[in-house]
């Protein structure tokens, strides 16, 4: 097979570079445009409880979302811009990281299909761990790239500093671990590498960054890793799931894009056959973590979002795709269609995409759902707050769970942590937050968090006699017997429960009720959930 032209054009600089421009423009808008969705205002919550690591993430993400709101303020800005950052370096991540493997005008070409590819294009807009997890992704393949082929310790170093942090980003970080120990251990040239200290160094530091992980794990009896392994895990779609997430993932990458991934994934494994170990690595770090979720989606259920998990397994890919685009366009007028049309279609959905949530033009409301609302149910839960909790704290001689003073905010409970962490992050030191018991929680892992900060149901109880505001998510409750469960809960929480009305957003896709009342002294224990609500074990 024929390498491609060594030098690229300074067209071609100007085009990715233009493209580059126009994505960050466009990802700034919509990270200034665009309210916190659920998962951003839980993390900006994390970053107020500086801690090694939380119940379903390491420190990462909490710690970039801290240094972005002491930039820039409690703003969806500050809590995005650190992701904004590492958005725009992953392009040139995967340059590097190309540039040796395949020349200069591919490496470009890789830069600019990073811009194009949908998956890779929205990362940066919003605050959540694949964004870091990406970027040191990439970097830890381009020090395992230049430490393997030059065994200069400064790239060992760097390769070893990246995974150390991915560690410290995800627990999904380990396929890239996977990636990197299967080119170790079981390629020639891999194992060779043992005979220098570079991989024990890289090893060692990787090493490091678990330790944050199994400090956290060991004094909460492994309670997270569980969960990460078994928990998000325990409903699963049947072998509906084979065909499902195949077909998403091509959608969501666009197909010819995708189909074009995998014949590069399939030239990169023949050429590992043949002794090309620039390729070798390259696919060592592509097909564990695709091969993992391709393994792993039988196991796995629609109500968690997996559609991104093999983003991290595209990245090592994306040096090989202008090579496999070349071969398509000289295979006749059809291949050639089909090799402009693939970078053209997926660069044309990430824009549309990113048109739609910087401006709202194309009118793609569902994209807005996650995001759109939570101003509107601040302003209305802010409007019905009772007396604060110090005041009632001070005339009843109370103090706060955990021996502290008050908070100073008025007592509210909502019903789940979205709506308690999008409430905390806009009614600011105004409430003082607390998470029901719902099924939502423990799905996503976010329940054994709000019990270690003590803002969970139990901790609630303990505040008996003061008054709170219930904010409650009825569209989370369509069976009746959820409903009842809820109000039987509610009767055992509070006492002189008044109705406060109703607030329904986004056209009425999501509804909230509103209560006031006094927590009732702790007695006996809630009300059991019905088994259709219970959270899976």
Same mark, same amino acid.
């Given at each position: ?34 309210? $916190? ?6 993390? %900006? ?18 710690? !970039? ?5 002491? *930039?820039?303020? +409690? /703003? ?7 992701? *904004? $950052? ?18 200069? @005008? ?7 299909? !990073? ?32 430490? /393997? @082929?030059?065994? =200069?310790?400064?790239? %060992? ?27 170790l251990l079981l390629t020639r040239q891999g194992r060779s590498t043992w005979r220098t200290p570079g991989p024990w160094l890289a090893s060692a530091l990787a090493a490091a960054g678990l330790l944050p992980l199994l400090l956290f794990n060991l004094q909460l ?17 049947? &072998? ?6 195949? $077909? ?24 590992? =056959? ?7 690595? $390259? ?21 968690h979002d997996f559609v991104h998990w093999p983003a991290v397994g595209y990245l090592p890919l994306l040096p090989l795709l202008p090579g496999v685009l070349r071969d398509w366009a000289s295979r006749g007028r059809a291949g050639l269609v089909a090799a402009r *049309? ?13 048109? +739609? ?8 409301? !569902?994209?807005?759902? &996650?995001? +759109? ?14 007396? /604060?909790? !110090? ?56 329940e054994l968090q709000f019990q270690l900060w003590a803002h969970d149901e139990a901790a609630f109880r303990t505040r008996g006699g003061e008054p709170a505001l219930i904010v409650e998510e009825v569209t989370e409750k369509p069976r009746p017997s959820t409903r ?5 809960? *509610? ?17 009425? =896709? @999501?509804?909230? =009720? ?5 927590? @009732? ?17």
């Amino acid at each position: 097979m024929s390498g491609p032209p060594a030098a690229a054009t300074p067209a071609l600089r100007r085009a990715v570079l233009l493209l580059f421009a126009l994505l960050l423009l466009l990802r700034l808008a919509a990270a200034t445009r665009l309210e $916190l969705f659920g998962d951003e205002a839980f993390y %900006w919550l994390c970053a107020q409880h500086p801690a090694p690591a939380y119940a379903d993430h390491p420190f990462m993400t909490a710690m !970039s979302v801290r240094l972005g709101t002491a *930039l820039f303020g +409690d /703003t969806p800005l500050g809590v995005r811009a650190p992701f *904004l $950052l590492f958005g725009a370096l992953l392009p040139w991540a995967v340059f590097a990281l190309a540039r040796p493997v395949v020349g200069s @005008r591919d490496a470009w070409l890789a830069a600019g299909a !990073s811009v194009a590819l949908p998956l890779l294009a929205i990362v940066g807009a919003v605050a959540v761990p694949d964004v870091p997890l990406l970027l040191l992704a990439a970097g830890t393949a381009l020090g395992f790239e230049r430490a /393997t @082929r030059t065994g =200069r310790p400064g790239a %060992w170093l760097f390769a070893g500093a990246c995974a150390g942090l991915g560690m410290c980003t995800h627990y999904r970080f380990v396929l890239v671990l996977g990636g990197a120990g299967g080119y170790l251990l079981l390629t020639r040239q891999g194992r060779s590498t043992w005979r220098t200290p570079g991989p024990w160094l890289a090893s060692a530091l990787a090493a490091a960054g678990l330790l944050p992980l199994l400090l956290f794990n060991l004094q909460l009896h492994w309670q997270p890793l569980l969960y990460q392994s078994e928990g998000r895990h325990a409903a699963t779609d049947g &072998p509906i799931a084979w065909l499902l997430h195949p $077909l998403q993932q091509a959608a969501v990458v666009t197909p010819l894009l995708y189909a074009a991934l995998l014949v590069a994934l399939w030239r990169a494994a023949t050429a590992a =056959r043949t002794g090309d170990h620039r390729r070798a690595l $390259l696919a060592w770090f592509a097909l564990v973590p695709l091969g993992t979720y391709w393994v792993m989606a039988p196991f796995s259920d629609t109500g968690h979002d997996f559609v991104h998990w093999p983003a991290v397994g595209y990245l090592p890919l994306l040096p090989l795709l202008p090579g496999v685009l070349r071969d398509w366009a000289s295979r006749g007028r059809a291949g050639l269609v089909a090799a402009r *049309l693939a970078p053209a279609l997926g660069l044309g959905v990430a824009l549309l995409v990113f048109v +739609d949530v910087a401006t709202g033009v194309p009118g793609l409301r !569902s994209l807005h759902g &996650p995001f +759109d609302g939570w101003d509107e149910l601040a302003a209305a839960a802010r409007m019905r707050l009772p007396a /604060t909790t !110090s005041d009632a704290a001070i005339a009843r001689g109370r103090a706060a769970p955990g021996g502290g003073a008050p908070g100073g905010g008025a007592l509210v409970l909502a019903d789940n942590y979205i709506a308690a962490s999008e409430l905390q992050f806009r009614l600011g030191a105004d409430a003082d937050v607390y998470v029901a018991r719902h099924p939502l929680n423990a799905r996503h892992g976010r329940e054994l968090q709000f019990q270690l900060w003590a803002h969970d149901e139990a901790a609630f109880r303990t505040r008996g006699g003061e008054p709170a505001l219930i904010v409650e998510e009825v569209t989370e409750k369509p069976r009746p017997s959820t409903r009842e469960a809820w109000e039987a809960r *509610l009767a055992s929480l509070m006492d002189e429960v008044q109705p406060q009305g109703s607030l329904e957003i986004r056209s009425g =896709r @999501r509804r909230f =009720r509103f209560e006031t009342g006094r927590v @009732r002294e702790a007695t006996d224990t809630a009300p059991a959930l019905p088994p259709e609500a219970r959270p899976p074990h």
